[in-house]
């Protein structure tokens, strides 16, 4: 089985092309391929497919380190597009479409190397996220956790996100409280948990733990419903763009608002290709 190594911002993945009808790696492979000791190591699997969606060069699906199923993953939508292009089925300039779970994504290249995601429009209704408990939106929640109230804003883009402001990225309690938000009542499809730090209304910090896979170098998806949650609580504007640094690297992070969709650019390398037997 060939496979290629790639990352986004540090995010790494295994890319297996599995265009010609393999079937999906079972829950038992993705943790042997993403064991960093043991393994090719990674955050996620990403398996390239072919689409089901006329004008669409590809799909994609996203399996976490413990065989989960997610619903997106923007730097995995990056190298998803990089390997395209690599392999010659998506043009070496201009626009293209590609299919996540999500559903379809424009993508462009950003003349530096990297891409340009169209990630879809942020939802913020909690049936949506989902959100259990509230029965309307509201830019922030509260949830007692372990007799303490934690307060977050919560949104889809494809997969659930809490958003937790911080005063400093560095001494959050990401490896507590991300895992205990998972488990909580509130997300009964777990959840990733962004903690970010507001530097001006154009520029934040960001670290996530993401569900099934723990903390990651990046978070492209993190980091768009970062910028929405804090841009409906007026803390950056997203309007004009948002520089968003992850412990991986820079996403650049740029949404209109109400229903139009966010855009993610950002960096995509490949590291090695590798035949696992």
């Known amino acids: 089985m060939r496979f290629s190594k790639m990352h986004g911002a540090g995010n790494d993945f295994v890319v297996l092309d599995l265009r010609g009808g393999q079937p999906a790696p079972s829950p038992a492979l993705c943790a042997r391929l993403a064991d960093r000791h043991l393994g090719v190591g990674c955050d996620q699997i990403l398996t390239i497919e072919a689409p089901a969606v006329e004008d669409t060069v590809a799909a994609y699906r996203i399996w976490n380190a413990d065989g989960s199923a997610s619903g997106q993953c923007g730097n995995g939508a990056r190298c998803v597009a990089a390997w395209l292009v690599r392999d010659g089925a998506a043009p070496q300039a201009g626009a293209f479409h590609i299919e996540s779970p999500a559903g379809r994504h424009a993508v462009r290249h950003d003349g530096q190397g990297g891409f340009g995601i169209d990630m879809g429009a942020p939802r913020f209704a909690p049936g949506e996220v989902p959100l259990a408990g509230f029965a309307f939106e509201q830019d922030s929640y509260a949830v007692e956790i372990e007799g303490n109230l934690l307060?977050?804003?919560?949104?889809?883009?494809?997969?659930?996100?809490?958003?937790?402001?911080?005063?400093?990225?560095?001494?959050?309690?990401?490896?507590?409280?991300?895992?205990?938000?998972?488990?909580?009542?509130?997300?009964?499809?777990?959840?990733?948990?962004?903690?970010?730090?507001?530097?001006?209304?154009?520029?934040?910090?960001?670290?996530?733990?993401?569900?099934?896979?723990?903390?990651?170098?990046?978070?492209?998806?993190?980091?768009?419903?970062?910028?929405?949650?804090?841009?409906?609580?007026?803390?950056?504007?997203?309007?004009?763009?948002?520089?968003?640094?992850?412990?991986?690297?820079?996403?650049?992070i740029r949404w209109p608002g109400g229903t139009a969709g966010i855009d993610m650019c950002g960096p995509a390398a490949f590291v090695f290709e590798g035949e696992w037997s």
């Open 151 to 252: 307060q977050f804003g919560a949104v889809s883009m494809g997969n659930p996100h809490a958003v937790i402001e911080v005063a400093n990225v560095d001494m959050a309690p990401v490896a507590k409280v991300g895992p205990r938000l998972q488990a909580s009542a509130a997300f009964p499809a777990s959840v990733n948990v962004g903690f970010a730090q507001v530097l001006h209304p154009g520029h934040i910090r960001l670290r996530v733990y993401e569900r099934g896979v723990g903390e990651t170098l990046a978070c492209g998806s993190g980091a768009c419903a970062a910028v929405a949650v804090l841009a409906r609580q007026g803390r950056v504007q997203a309007q004009a763009g948002v520089h968003v640094d992850l412990p991986g690297g820079r996403l650049h």
